[in-house]
């Protein structure tokens, strides 16, 4: 956290003063743990381990906040009997189809009485829920494609069927009721099993988990603050589950202090999720419709929403945001327009399209700030895609390598591409910069914060809602020609207006203002607040009517321009207000700023404790009070019980914090929502040199593998070969560069700072290996090898595991052949195995080999990676098997 | 201590002002040194990947005027040069030596710490001292180098003729010529912003108030404070460093809070004021000069007049 | 200036005359000395913004005079940052007003070996065209299954983590309604 959010860590340093412990976590030395009281290195890619082992301790020494776990959390909830655990099936859970390498989540379930239990991947349940006469049978490669946990995590999982009871066992004994299997699944993960998959020694981690326990309860709270560390894994999904686990289970969730806080890296990269530029979401985390038979708006959102909680209301907020993007079009009678949305028939996100542009399918590629070349996993299979496009935009502030890689790319330098020979066309706009234009970003802590312009952007350099409008203008208006339409051939099928619908009934007028006729960014914020039938600006997405009577761009953001006043550019000084600040710009949702705030009071509405005191029920006033706003209607009382056939917000008790669930509880068991399992277990990353010493099963064995061809993956443990990349590596960030370096390389005051590319050894790695302070390395894995001036430092630290010594070496990830700093991009390493649930590749870890000297250059460079290749019997199948 | 802005024929001067850093909340961002040299337009100077642990600026010079050292230890400490533990190897020679060299012969890594203890890092901005007793100022004959209203001592650019003689007087190394431009630059303690009420540059940035900027005399109540409670809280290592008006410089407007010896953070343990038998010099000089000056204002004087 | 004021403005004289007898002080001002003002104080105006970097969400102070942007700093109003910027914040100013930006549109030709220039409204109709041929190649009615796709394969788009709300909302509106799915950024990376 110091090193990539310093000025977030300032509030690490002031709870820290007033007498916190600071744990950090990390395979590395950090900026970070140097401030730190107590720095656990752990090996890369084990922290399910760590944390399932942080759950088991709580779980035996009895450390858990029993009122909380009880009255908050699914603990008592009991589960089908068709489950059975990774305890039972030697480290898989049951419904698992080996050939499609894909679970049948009904066997997940809650116990439902006679009915069953609506559970898991919904998609994969389209048909059973949605009342088709054609029903048809979901095939395999389907249910695995159809992976779609955003629909659950965000989108309100429907974990028990209409009509079904919860069954419970408030004594918490039940053999099959969540706090059993809990703790029978978290048994084996003991210090000494941390101790022998982490490299963690057992008196450290016992510090660890008293210092955390002693830290939770009534009168105290701890929170988890994770990156990218936790997220960039083949189980990456499962991390942050246990971390929720362990959260839910010491009462720290939904309580000032606690939290689980996601530090994420850009600055509106919330905001690009919440309004995602994301292929499987539509804003507000609604899921873009999968292909399906005779699919209407009701049978989309009988399939996707829930019917208890504000998932309940799912159809006013897809209602709405057709209304916003097709206006006047869309009406009752044509379904709102539902069907102008195209559908998804599985995975369409990054690494897939440079598999589709490899291919040839996927003609035409925007980079909108964006530099695949270096940042993204596996580059040299990102520039083989871009080299085999018709045209390719790309909008930043110089010329990236993605900008580039035709002309001087590193396959230029082996000779494998020729510049004459690549036909992809190349537009390079340069892009404005936040204080040319005015606009919000969302940060991490999901508040919308405005910038206002400050300047007009010069010569050719334009804003990227410049570019949207303009070029929608531009599409609008050449679709309503009728000599444009015939000299494309628009209507050669016959179907060309219908085709084009879409685009010309978009609402897609917004007034300009400044010299280069900039859309107003105001008037799109307006827009994705939602307006009611008379026009006037929504104050909330409470207001949502599922008739087309409002509308709404991304019903989350609903609020943000209540009362035609932008929120978001609120700024009233911190000074000037409570510790919450709650009038300093505007969080999503409803200016919430802690999430589940119901949890910081007790059953009863009281506070926990004085001490952490937050919203309480005021008998008196009959309403919610405190300094935030509360998750659901103030005027609910703690001892509300909803009619049984009551849905939506109306349909979750008094006591039920976690109101975006469909049984109002923290999910200690997730019934629903993941793919790979309802509970995490330690699997080995892609690449490991260690065999999994919990179960038969070494890796996710649904994990996310690209289709062969242009990604290699070495041997595990026990393999042949697997000796041939002896090393674990990471990549990571530095505080004084940003992400692929398209904003840090190229300034003299950030690269002098860190002015190459590096790689951290410790000093046995580099007697090892005979790398030399400030020599040359050359890493080398199955994908390419590069080259990086070493670091030797003790900050780097081997760790023993399973009675063996690793070494582990550090990348950091920013640099790339352009700029004013340059250096090897760490991405040419990395495979893209991924996270079946996000389809995130496994950054964080990866085996190699480091040998000291600097790379070949040319054609020897591949003869290197092939010869590696060869010494490890490297196949396009090694590293596939489930 | 008298106030050196008193002295220096500032009637009624504001209270003096400096910088205390405390290194012990340093994060080793380096948001001091952008933070400087954006609003100072100082140039950036090279691109060198020095080896010493996240220290790419190596020193303060002309063009670098917060410089944040790193030093990888391990604890208890043994008796170690400043920043850099072998005086014998020139790291920045070790760059361009490749891997060809044998493990066993290769060069010891500058980071390479003792083996007992738990690892530390230890961080810290460094700056000019603006010290009480500035040799600098007491050298510069040019009137370039003088002491501000606030107490501090700053370069101006406009008189400086580049002769270099405060260079080799400034016991902390910190003054330096630049290159291409040939005059003498320093941290001036953001003299404009000082001026206008604001914090300088440095730290209004710091992230963690590592860098803490007011009136000395409060400053220096506070980091008494502070160290005591370090104390309290077993960080027995901690101590001042320049804040003490009876130490060789009469004390210096910028001082630390350390968490070991001075040396390990490449500081001189006890720097002492070069121009220390300057006053009397400076009185005889005074003299003469005042001699000089009488004559040449009448001749320039007569010679306008005609 | 008058011969009195020059005389005066000499160092050696105001030494002699003024308070500072050590002629290091107050003596020694020099004539920019004398002028030297922050140039924060010389805005015309001080516009609100937020850190481009990372999602922390720093409150920036950012100077503009003459129409140019003169400084960026920490805004002290800012309940996230209190004023505080790391080095990459610190360094604002040379990322949004530094020789690194390039400011005209440049194009590769199909197998061309060097950039050409282009103007922007030539580039913004040639893209318009290639995204609508691209659109219609790659396009989709429905699958083997004969489900309704309503899509296009042909093109892509990446990026948004870096962009405003209202921008990555025009972008998920005009891509989407054009039938493109393969609309992705950072989140996944």
Redesign the interface.
């Known amino acids: 956290m110091a090193e990539c959010h310093p000025v977030g860590f300032q509030w690490v340093m002031a709870a820290k003063a007033r007498g916190a412990a600071v744990i950090h976590v990390d395979p590395r030395f950090t900026r970070t743990s140097a401030l730190a009281d107590v720095h656990v290195p752990i090996r890369v890619g084990t922290d399910i381990a760590f944390l399932g082992g942080i759950v088991n301790y709580v779980l035996t020494h009895e450390k858990y906040f029993r009122e909380y776990v009880l009255a908050y959390t699914n603990a008592s909830t009991i589960i089908c009997e068709n489950f059975k655990d990774t305890e039972d099936l030697d480290g898989v859970f049951s419904g698992l189809d080996p050939q499609a390498r894909a679970y049948d989540f009904s066997n997940w379930r809650y116990e439902g009485g006679d009915v069953p239990a609506a559970a898991g991947e919904q998609d994969q349940e389209y048909e059973e829920r949605v009342d088709h006469a054609e029903a048809q049978e979901v095939d395999h490669a389907e249910a695995q494609e159809a992976a779609r946990p955003e629909v659950h995590g965000s989108g309100g999982a429907e974990a028990l069927a209409e009509g079904a009871r919860l069954q419970t066992d408030e004594t918490l004994q039940h053999p099959r009721c969540v706090f059993q299997i809990l703790k029978r699944h978290f048994a084996r993960y003991t210090p000494e099993t941390v101790e022998e998959i982490c490299g963690i020694p057992r008196d450290t981690f016992l510090r660890v988990c008293e210092l955390i326990t002693e830290n939770s309860g009534r009168d105290r709270t701890t929170s988890f603050a994770y990156a990218v560390g936790w997220t960039q894994h083949t189980v990456g999904a499962q991390y942050i589950r246990t971390a929720s686990i362990l959260q839910a289970l010491l009462g720290n969730i939904g309580r000032p202090g606690g939290g689980i806080l996601a530090l994420r890296g850009h600055a509106s990269i919330q905001g690009s999720t919440d309004i995602p530029t994301l292929y499987n979401l539509l804003p507000g985390y609604i899921p873009m419709p999968h292909a399906h038979q005779n699919e209407d708006l009701d049978a989309f959102v009988e399939a996707e929403g829930a019917r208890k909680g504000y998932w309940g209301n799912m159809r006013a907020y897809v209602v709405s945001l057709l209304k916003a993007w097709w206006g006047d079009a869309a009406t009752a009678d044509n379904d709102f327009c539902f069907d102008y949305l195209p559908r998804l028939t599985g995975d369409h996100g990054t690494y897939q399209t440079a598999q589709a542009q490899v291919e040839g399918t996927c003609k035409g590629y925007f980079l909108l700030g964006e530099n695949p070349a270096v940042g993204s996993a596996n580059a040299r299979l990102q520039r083989f895609g871009m080299a085999n496009l018709d045209w390719l935009v790309v909008r930043d502030f110089s010329l990236i390598e993605s900008a580039t890689w035709w002309k001087d790319g590193p396959e230029i330098e082996t000779g494998e591409l020729r510049t004459e020979d690549i036909r992809t066309e190349v537009f390079f706009l340069p892009a404005a910069a936040h204080t040319e234009k005015s606009g919000s970003f969302t940060n991490t802590q999901r508040l919308l914060q405005w910038h206002r312009q400050a300047v007009e952007p010069r010569g050719d350099t334009r804003s990227d809602l410049w570019f949207a409008y303009y070029l929608g203008r531009l599409i609008r208006d050449k679709l309503s020609d009728p000599a444009h339409r015939a000299r494309m051939g628009l209507d050669a099928d016959g179907r060309g207006i219908e085709r084009d619908r879409p685009v010309l009934d978009l609402t897609w007028d917004y007034p300009t203002e400044g010299g280069y006729d900039d859309p107003d960014a105001e008037a799109v914020l307006a827009e994705i607040n939602g307006f009611d039938a008379h026009g006037h600006p929504l104050s909330g997405y409470t207001q949502l009517k599922d008739d087309g009577s409002t509308s709404c761009g991304c019903w989350i953001y609903c609020g943000v321009y209540a009362d035609g006043v932008n929120q978001a550019d609120r700024r009233k000084p911190y000074t000037e207000q409570d510790w919450v600040a709650a009038e300093w710009a505007w969080a999503w949702p409803l200016n919430r700023r802690i999430l589940y705030n119901r949890a910081s009071a007790d059953p009863e509405g009281r506070p926990w404790s004085e001490r952490k005191a937050y919203l309480e029920w005021d008998p008196e006033r009959r309403k919610w009070v405190g300094p935030d706003v509360p998750d659901f209607d103030e005027h609910m009382p703690p001892d509300y019980e909803p009619h049984p056939d009551a849905t939506g917000p109306e349909g979750l008790s008094g006591k039920d914090p976690f109101v975006m669930q469909s049984d109002g509880k923290a999910w200690l068991y997730a019934p629903v929502g993941l793919v790979d399992g309802p509970l995490p277990t330690h699997y080995e990353p892609q690449e490991s040199p260690f065999t999994n010493p919990l179960y038969g099963q070494q890796r996710n064995p649904v994990r996310n593998m690209p289709k062969p061809g242009g990604d290699f993956f070495h041997p595990s443990d026990g393999e042949p070969g697997a000796e041939v990349f002896p090393y674990l590596a990471t990549t990571y960030r530095l505080t004084e560069h940003h992400t692929a370096g398209g904003m840090s390389r190229w300034l003299p005051y950030l690269s002098e700072l860190q002015p190459e590319f590096f790689c951290e050894v410790s000093p046995e790695l580099a007697r090892e290996r005979g790398l030399e302070h400030l020599g040359w390395a050359t890493i080398v894995s199955a994908r390419s090898a590069i080259e990086a001036r070493v670091l030797v430092t003790e900050r780097m630290t081997p760790l023993d595991v399973q009675g063996r010594r690793v070494h582990q070496i550090g990348l950091p990830y920013h640099w790339g052949p352009n700029g004013y700093s340059t250096g090897d991009a760490a991405n040419e390493l990395l495979h893209i195995a991924l996270d079946p649930n996000v389809h995130i590749q496994e950054s964080k870890v990866l085996t190699c080999d480091i040998r000291p000297g600097r790379r070949p250059r040319g054609p020897a460079l591949r003869e290197l990676v092939n010869e590696y290749r060869r010494r490890a019997g490297i196949t396009e199948e090694t590293g596939r098997q489930m | 201590m008298t106030d050196?802005?008193a002295?220096?024929?500032?009637?009624d001067p504001p209270p003096r002002m400096g910088f205390f850093t405390d290194t012990s909340?340093c994060?080793?961002?380096?948001?001091c040194?952008?933070?400087c040299?954006?609003?100072n337009a100082v140039p950036?100077?090279?691109?060198?990947?020095t080896?010493m642990?996240?220290d790419?600026?190596g020193s303060l010079n002309a063009s670098t005027w917060r410089h944040v050292a790193f030093i990888?230890q391990?604890k208890p400490l043994a008796l170690q040069d400043p920043g850099v533990m072998h005086p014998d190897v020139d790291?920045l020679e070790?760059?361009p030596?490749?891997?060809?060299?044998?493990?066993e012969q290769?060069?010891?890594?500058?980071?390479?710490?003792g083996q007992e203890g738990d690892?530390?890092?230890?961080?810290a901005s460094d700056v000019c001292k603006h010290c009480t007793h500035a040799a600098c100022?007491?050298v510069?004959p040019t009137?370039?180098?003088?002491?501000?209203?606030f107490g501090t001592v700053?370069v101006?650019?406009?008189?400086c003729n580049g002769c270099g003689y405060c260079i080799p007087a400034c016991p902390y190394g910190v003054i330096d010529q630049r290159k291409g431009d040939g005059r003498a630059w320093k941290c001036t303690l953001?003299?404009?912003?000082i001026?206008?009420g604001?914090e300088p540059?440095c730290a209004?940035?710091?992230?963690?108030?590592s860098i803490q900027y007011g009136p000395l005399d409060e400053l220096r109540e506070r980091a008494a404070g502070r160290v005591e409670r370090l104390h309290e809280a077993g960080v027995t290592d901690a101590r001042l460093y320049g804040h003490d008006p009876a130490d060789g410089v009469g004390g210096a407007g910028a001082f630390f809070l350390l968490l070991d010896d001075p040396e390990v953070y490449g500081l001189p343990p006890d720097p002492i004021v070069t121009t220390r038998d300057l006053p009397s010099m400076w009185r005889h000089a005074?003299a003469a000069?005042?001699g000089l000056?009488g004559a040449a204002?009448l001749a320039?004087?007569t010679g306008?007049r005609r | 200036m008058g011969i009195g004021d020059w005389v005066s403005s000499w160092p050696v004289y105001r030494q002699l005359t003024g308070a500072d007898r050590t002629g290091r002080g107050a003596a020694a001002r020099s004539a920019r000395t004398e002028r030297l003002r922050p140039r924060v104080a010389d805005a015309d105006k001080v516009v609100k913004s937020i850190c481009p970097y990372c999602a922390v969400g720093c409150g920036q102070n950012v100077y503009v005079r003459d129409g140019k942007v003169t400084q960026v700093e920490g805004d002290p109003d800012s309940p996230i940052s209190r004023g505080r910027l790391c080095p990459k914040g610190s360094a604002t100013l040379q990322l949004t007003t530094g020789p690194n930006r390039l400011d005209t549109v440049l194009y590769r030709r199909p197998h061309g070996t060097e950039w050409e220039h282009l103007d922007l409204d030539t580039a913004m109709d040639m893209i318009a065209d290639r995204v609508i041929a691209a659109r219609l190649t790659g396009w989709e009615w429905e699958d083997d299954q004969g489900r309704p796709l309503r899509r296009t394969m042909g093109f892509a788009s990446l990026g948004g983590a870096t962009l405003d709300n209202e921008e990555n909302y025009l972008f998920k509106k005009l891509f989407t309604a054009l039938g493109a799915i393969q609309i992705e950024n950072q989140a996944r990376i």
Do not use: H
Request: contains cysteine.
């Open positions: 050196p802005a002295v220096s024929g500032y009637e909340v994060i080793g961002c380096k948001a040194e952008v933070a040299k954006e609003w950036e100077d090279g691109l060198l990947l080896g642990s996240y790419n600026t990888e391990r790291v070790m760059a030596l490749g891997s060809s060299t044998p493990p290769a060069l010891m890594t500058p980071t390479a710490p690892l530390r890092w230890l961080m100022l007491d510069c009137g370039s180098l003088f002491r501000t209203e700053v101006q650019e406009d008189i953001c003299y404009d912003r001026g206008d604001l540059a209004k940035a710091c992230p963690t108030d005074a000069a005042a000056l204002v320039c004087l306008r």
